[in-house]
Structure formats: C-alpha cells, structure tokens
T-cell receptor, first 116, second 117 residues
Framework: AQTVTQSQPEMSVQEAETVTLSCTYD???????LFWYKQPPSRQMILVIR??????QNATENRFSVNFQKAAKSFSLKISDSQLGDTAMYFC?????????????FGKGTKLSVKP | GAVVSQHPSWVICKSGTSVKIECRSL??????MFWYRQFPKQSLMLMAT?????????EQGVEKDKFLINHASLTLSTLTVTSAHPEDSSFYIC?????????????FGPGTRLTVL
C-alpha cells in the first residue's frame, strides 16, 4: 500500500522569503502522479502543482516548484517570494498511474503561515 | 477549469435526523466521484468512491448503512448521513475525477460543514 508522509506539521516564513515543504512517499509502482494541494481557511482544496513520475524535469508553476527525487521517493515543494495569501494547509498527495483504479492518498498536511 | 459544487455549504441538524449533501460537476461529466471527511486540523479521509450507475465502494471502517451514496447521473452524487449523531459532525468534501486527457486529476467541491446537535 502506498503511504505519504509530511514530517513538518507547521512552518512559518516571512513574506517575500522562500520556504520548502517536505514530502516523502512509499510505493512499489513505477508510474504515478504526485500533487501538492493547498487548503486555505476557506477549506477549498486547490491544486498547486502536479508531477508525473515518468518525467525527470521538475514541475514549476510561477512561484511554486518541486524537487522530485524518484529514487529517494521525495517530493518537496518550494514556494518563492512567499505572499500572505500563501498561508494555508498544504497537502502532498499520491495517485497511481492509470487512475481508474486509484484514488488520491494524502499526507497529513503542513500548516504554513506567512508572516508580514 | 472544471467546477464542482456542493450543497449545502453548511447544515445544522438534530440528532436522529438524516441529512443529504449534493455534489455536482458543473461543466463536465464525472463517472467517478469521491467523498472525503475531514476533522479539524487533520487530513482528508476517503470515505467512498462513487461510480455512476453502480454501487459505491466504501473504505474500511465506513458504515455503508449510515453514509448512503447515490451516483444517479454523470453530474450528481449524493451523500446521505442517516440518523445523524453528534459524532458525525465534520467537514465533508467531494471531488470529481476529470475525464479525458486530465484523467488523473480530481476537482474538489467547496465542502459541507455538518453540525449535529
């Protein structure tokens, strides 16, 4: 069974600084997807970034980028130029390739606070 | 982008009553929807996978008779909490699996906060 571990329950960062959130996972699959979701106080889940395991290039979306280390089963999220609106819970999630048989497996989340 | 709605956004009910929560995919057809439960300051816990036209698949430990799921059309899944009790109070979130090229992506509804008195 797949598991997702986020070892940082809470983190804080100063506005405009850079922060990295950690995520490790365990799977015997070779093809899969990894996601970072953001859940702000409104509690709406928002997709931040997605990585396909077969792609070696790390995904980037504006200020958000990942460091995907497949051999180490590590998938960290870097937020550059942090903004107050980045304050939220961040969940790392795993999905098996060929997702018709699968569902998202979430980590326990990291609460990020961006301070002015 | 794909939009998923939930109704109601919050509900308060008396113990022993039943509550129905609707999840709709507004601009796409979703053959598969998921229902999650989230306790305060915790992660999302998958309750069941809802497939259009067939019975839902429940996760271990989720009571099928308490949490009734109906996926009667390609755009609507409902979760009915039967004979609700205070311990059923929680935040319930649905998601719908994207069809087509983004088959691997799920779109989430805004959630429903249930309070059972």
């Amino acid at each position: 069974a797949q598991t997702v571990t986020q070892s940082q329950p809470e983190m804080s960062v100063q506005e405009a600084e850079t922060v990295t959130l950690s995520c490790t996972y365990d799977t015997s699959e070779n093809n899969y997807y990894l996601f970072w979701y953001k859940q702000p106080p409104s509690r709406q889940m928002i997709l931040v970034i997605r990585q396909e395991a077969y792609k070696q290039q790390n995904a980037t979306e504006n200020r958000f980028s990942v460091n995907f280390q497949k051999a180490a089963k590590s998938f960290s999220l870097k937020i550059s130029d942090s903004q107050l609106g980045d304050t939220a819970m961040y969940f790392c999630a795993f999905l098996r390739y060929g997702g018709s048989q699968g569902n998202l497996i979430f980590g326990k989340g990291t609460k990020l606070s961006v301070k002015p | 982008g794909a939009v998923v709605s939930q109704h109601p956004s919050w509900v308060i009910c008396k113990s022993g009553t039943s509550v129905k929560i609707e999840c709709r995919s507004l601009d796409f057809q979703a053959t598969t929807m998921f229902w999650y439960r989230q306790f305060p300051k915790q992660s999302l816990m998958l309750m069941a996978t809802s497939n259009e036209g067939s019975k839902a698949t429940y996760e271990q430990g989720v009571e099928k008779d308490k949490f009734l799921i109906n996926h009667a059309s390609l755009t609507l899944s409902t979760l009915t909490v039967t004979s609700a009790h205070p311990e059923d109070s929680s935040f319930y979130i649905c998601s719908a699996r994207s069809p087509g090229p983004l088959y691997n992506e799920q779109f989430f509804g805004p959630g429903t906060r249930l309070t059972v008195l």
